[in-house]
C-alpha cells in the first residue's frame, strides 16, 4: 500500500491513548475499557499489549470448540512467550500457549479438537493474520492546533 491519506479514525477501527505523565498513558476505546500503558506498576508495556492480543485473539477464536469439547464452563489460560532479538528491537518469535484440562479427552478427540483450534484462529484471528502477513505501519505527526502554524 503507497497510499499515503490518514485513515479516517471511527468507533469500530480505532482506538486511543492519552498522555497522563512521563512515559504513561491511558487507552481508551470507543465501549468505555481502558488500560495503563507504561514501565511502571500496575501499567502495561506496549510490547506486553501486543502479546496479550495475540494470546486471546487466538483463545476467542478458538472459544467455540473448546467449549464443544471441554464445556460450556471450561477453566484456561492462555499465555505468550516471545523471543526478542535485542539488536533490532523486535520479537523474533511468539508462541502462544492454550492451557486446559485435557485429561478426558482421548488421543483421537485431543487430535480432532487440536485440528478445530488451528483452523478456527486461521479463519478468525485478525491479530496472528496481521502478524504473519504483515501490515503498513504509517506515522502521521498532526498538529492539535494548526492555526498557530505560520
Request: hydrophobic letters at 35%; one cysteine or more.
Given at each position: 500500500?503507497?497510499?499515503?491519506?490518514?485513515?479516517?479514525?471511527t468507533?469500530?477501527n480505532?482506538?486511543?491513548?492519552e498522555?497522563?505523565?512521563t512515559r504513561?498513558?491511558?487507552g481508551?476505546?470507543?465501549?468505555?475499557?481502558?488500560v495503563?500503558?507504561?514501565?511502571?506498576?500496575?501499567?502495561?508495556?506496549p510490547g506486553?499489549?501486543?502479546?496479550?492480543?495475540?494470546?486471546?485473539?487466538?483463545?476467542?477464536?478458538?472459544?467455540?470448540?473448546?467449549?464443544k469439547?471441554?464445556g460450556?464452563?471450561?477453566?484456561?489460560n492462555?499465555?505468550?512467550?516471545?523471543?526478542?532479538h535485542?539488536?533490532?528491537?523486535?520479537?523474533?518469535?511468539m508462541?502462544?500457549?492454550?492451557?486446559?484440562?485435557?485429561?478426558?479427552?482421548?488421543?483421537?478427540?485431543?487430535?480432532?479438537?487440536?485440528?478445530?483450534v488451528?483452523a478456527?484462529?486461521?479463519?478468525s484471528?485478525?491479530?496472528?493474520?496481521?502478524?504473519?502477513?504483515?501490515?503498513?505501519?504509517?506515522l502521521?505527526?498532526?498538529?492539535?492546533?494548526?492555526?498557530?502554524?505560520d
Amino acid at each position: 500500500m503507497s497510499d499515503t491519506s490518514i485513515i479516517t479514525p471511527t468507533e469500530t477501527n480505532s482506538v486511543w491513548a492519552e498522555r497522563t505523565g512521563t512515559r504513561q498513558y491511558l487507552g481508551h476505546n470507543a465501549r468505555g475499557a481502558e488500560v495503563r500503558v507504561g514501565s511502571g506498576p500496575g501499567e502495561f508495556s506496549p510490547g506486553e499489549l501486543l502479546k496479550i492480543a495475540l494470546a486471546t485473539c487466538n483463545t476467542l477464536s478458538a472459544d467455540h470448540r473448546l467449549a464443544k469439547a471441554l464445556g460450556e464452563d471450561f477453566e484456561a489460560n492462555v499465555i505468550c512467550a516471545t523471543l526478542k532479538h535485542e539488536e533490532e528491537e523486535r520479537y523474533q518469535a511468539m508462541d502462544v500457549q492454550i492451557v486446559t484440562d485435557l485429561s478426558a479427552l482421548t488421543g483421537d478427540q485431543l487430535a480432532t479438537l487440536s485440528q478445530r483450534v488451528d483452523a478456527a484462529i486461521e479463519r478468525s484471528c485478525t491479530v496472528g493474520h496481521t502478524l504473519t502477513k504483515g501490515a503498513e505501519v504509517r506515522l502521521h505527526l498532526l498538529n492539535d492546533h494548526p492555526e498557530d502554524v505560520d
